[in-house]
């Protein structure tokens, strides 16, 4: 089954959502071990800034990402794709 | 799966300067947890008992039909048995420093026994996320000992 929200548009926003979550989780581990680095802290910010932006946008038009995320409209409520399905 | 349920289990005892770093790997773990299993779904959704059959998944196909099961290679049903929480800091992070090795070669197995390129490309994904792991957590071990080093004369 081929879900309508998962367009072009849908896989570009969510590559650029992925990329940018993964250079948090990589900066996220090494905070852990390393957390006197004020560089890489002032780096995890800006991304997570960044992040926040983008995740709304995405929320905005293609519905919620996570349990609590925001929704603009019951449409997009319990819609795929589910991770498995992209 | 055994990762990510062994540290987020030890987390409640490990010392607090190594918490946060339990608790990240293992949510870092359920979404390993999560690519592997869509991986098999997207494989295997579309088969015909026939072709599970012939790819060596007739029993698993008789006891799940086309849903997935927490079972190793051979079929072996996961257990608890699996994994280990001691209670003693260097006891627990080399037990994950020992499972991270062991996910990063089989996934080295994995990628070798494939010739699905995709395939290849996640795989490897997750075997450098091993790597970055096992590294964190022998940094957790150095950190535990100056600490505890750092007791003795203050």
């Known amino acids: 089954m081929v879900n309508p929200i998962a367009n072009d548009a849908y896989y570009q926003s969510l590559q650029q959502l992925q990329s940018i979550d993964f250079a948090l989780v990589e900066l996220n581990l090494y905070l852990d071990t390393h957390p006197e680095d004020n560089q890489a802290i002032q780096q995890f910010n800006e991304l997570r800034a960044q992040r926040d932006t983008m995740a709304k946008a995405f929320e905005g038009q293609f519905g919620p990402l996570m349990n609590y995320g925001s929704t603009t409209s019951s449409q997009l409520w319990n819609r795929g794709p589910w991770p498995w399905q992209v | ?122 795989l490897k994904f997750l075997r450098e996320r091993e790597v970055v792991h096992s590294i964190r957590f022998r940094e957790a071990v150095e950190i535990l000992k100056e600490y505890n080093d750092s007791k003795k004369f203050y």
């Open chain 2, 1 to 122: 799966m055994s990762a990510a349920l062994r540290y987020l289990n030890q987390r409640y005892t490990i010392p607090d300067k190594v918490v946060g770093l339990l608790n990240d790997i293992g949510t870092e773990e359920f979404a390993h947890l999560e690519m592997i299993a869509t991986m098999i779904y997207k494989l295997t959704k579309d088969a015909t008992p026939e072709q599970m059959r012939e790819a060596g998944l007739g029993d698993h196909f008789v006891d799940h039909g086309p849903s997935l099961f927490y079972h190793n290679a051979a079929g072996v049903p996961w257990t608890a048995a699996y994994i280990q929480s001691k209670g003693d800091p260097i006891a627990d992070l080399y037990e994950d420093i020992a499972a991270e090795e062991k996910a990063r070669a089989t996934y080295q197995w994995l990628i070798e026994i494939t010739d699905d390129v995709d395939i290849q490309d996640s």
